[in-house]
């Protein structure tokens, strides 16, 4: 089974179901394939956010080694580098962000667990990175 995405002559974009690419170009050419908003049978694929690539029957993708403690320090080190540091002052200024009050822009800080309660119930999309006891930028 394959998916595609799909787009008619109207600029409506909706998913295709198939056994194969071959499938797609058969029931197309028949016009068998319809808008589901509008019916419109002039329908072409579209390029897809995501692709899938084949491997020859019996060969399998070599296992990937990932350095997984390198991998989350780079990630630290990214958001110290391009994240604005609030510090204390996070829950605010999320908030500030949130409802349009201030720029919206990366930000880093600390929120207690009462204030990250408060977040995620008023909607904040946030996420909580570890520190460790040897980050020279881990504030006491």
Known sequence: MIVFDLECSRGHVFEGWFDNPEA???QRARGLISCPNCDDAQVKR?????ALKKTPAGQDFPE?????????KEVVEYVHQNFEDVGPQFT???LKIHYGVAD???IRGSATEQEEKMLKEEGVEFFKLPVSESDPKKKN
Request: hydrophobic fraction near 40%; proline fraction near 4%.
């Open 24 to 26: 797609y170009e058969e």
């Open 46 to 50: 579209v390029l897809s956010p995501v």
């Open 64 to 72: 990937a080694h990932i350095d997984y403690k390198r991998l989350a």
């Open 92 to 94: 605010a200024e999320a």
């Open 104 to 106: 919206r822009r990366n």
